[in-house]
């Protein structure tokens, strides 16, 4: 008893002096070089898990958007359907539907280059028809034209059957101007600024088209956009198997760390018991 009391009378200057005694014991520093190297280590092996789910994870998004673009069309509505937001999992996937084209409701996009040609893109809104969004407004990217001709707004009429791309909007700084007409200039393709432009409801995504069969004759003096295929998709995450082998990795590294600090404490442990000892 004596000895604890002498220690709480000492205060913490003495407490400071025992763990310092006690973690510069050369066991002791031994060990911490020892576990030091394996926490570095550990925490070596994190990150190269770390960057092996971040590879695994591009790789399994890539084979993701190459098996929904390169698979067969699959209906607009099985896929999505108006008022719902695509995922990342809808990215790219092809689809079909069917509607009709709308010729008072086509912008340029201007800005947009194509196998390092400028130009500007054809937007056009398609009504589909038939499913849940009967009705719906969907924007179709018709492809890339050097300049924006009257001629590259012909449109087909009546109905169409459209096969292409699901894509995800631009982000939009402003709004479109109201006194912007069929035939004007937009900068990016944001269905949440057309829907205020041309009116609703709207998809949230927009069709970048591939191929187009209508029953109408030939137009006559139209110019066809050059399809600019499906979009890009960058950012495949990580894969998670790889990312708990990061994560179990870092914890060992800790580990390390918290058992030396536990062996420090247990010698600061028996240097009092000591002291008591000899105080009693």
Same mark, same amino acid.
């Given at each position: 008893?004596?000895?604890?009391?002498?220690?709480?009378?000492? *205060?913490? $200057?003495?407490?400071?002096?025992?763990?310092?005694?006690?973690?510069?014991? !050369? %066991?002791?520093? *031994?060990?911490?070089?020892i576990l030091l190297a394996g926490a570095l280590l550990c925490i070596r092996l994190g990150a190269w898990q770390l960057d092996r789910a971040q590879i695994r994870g591009d790789q399994e998004a890539a084979v993701?958007? @190459? /098996?929904?673009?390169?698979?067969?069309? %699959? !209906?607009?509505?099985?896929?999505l359907v108006q008022g719902t937001g695509l995922t990342q999992e809808q990215l790219g996937q092809r689809v079909?539907?069917? *509607?009709?084209? /709308?010729?008072d409701l086509q912008?340029?996009?201007?800005?947009?280059?194509?196998?390092?040609?400028?130009?500007? #893109?054809?937007?056009? $809104?398609? %009504?589909? @028809?038939?499913? !849940? @969004?009967d009705g719906a407004l969907l924007p179709v990217l018709r492809?890339?034209? !050097?300049? $924006?001709?009257?001629?590259?707004?012909?449109?087909? /009429?009546?109905?169409?059957q459209l096969t292409g791309f699901l894509a995800g909007p631009e982000p939009a700084?402003?709004?479109?101007?109201?006194?912007?007409?069929?035939?004007? /200039?937009?900068?990016?393709?944001?269905?949440?600024? =057309?829907?205020?432009h041309w009116g609703g409801p709207? #998809?949230?995504? #927009?069709? %970048?088209?591939?191929?187009?069969?209508s029953d109408a004759?030939? =137009? $006559?003096?139209?110019?066809?956009?050059?399809?600019?295929?499906?979009?890009?998709?960058t950012g495949g995450g990580l894969n998670v198997r790889n990312l708990a082998y990061a994560a179990e990795w870092w914890i060992f590294g800790g580990f390390a760390i918290v058992l030396w600090w536990r062996m420090v404490r247990d010698e600061v442990r028996h240097l009092r018991e000591e002291r008591s000892a000899v105080g009693g």
């Open positions: 008893m004596g000895g604890r009391q002498a220690d709480r009378a000492a *205060g913490p $200057a003495r407490i400071g002096r025992d763990w310092v005694r006690a973690a510069t014991r !050369p %066991r002791l520093l *031994g060990i911490l070089v993701a958007a @190459s /098996e929904r673009m390169d698979g067969p069309a %699959r !209906p607009l509505a099985d896929v079909q539907v069917q *509607g009709s084209f /709308e010729p912008l340029f996009v201007t800005g947009r280059g194509y196998d390092g040609e400028p130009g500007a #893109y054809v937007l056009s $809104a398609v %009504r589909v @028809s038939g499913g !849940p @969004s492809g890339w034209v !050097p300049e $924006a001709a009257e001629a590259a707004l012909i449109v087909p /009429e009546g109905e169409v700084e402003h709004g479109i101007d109201p006194e912007t007409s069929s035939g004007g /200039e937009v900068e990016t393709i944001s269905p949440a600024q =057309l829907v205020n709207m #998809y949230s995504a #927009y069709l %970048r088209l591939a191929t187009q069969e004759a030939s =137009l $006559a003096g139209a110019v066809s956009p050059t399809p600019v295929g499906p979009p890009e998709i």
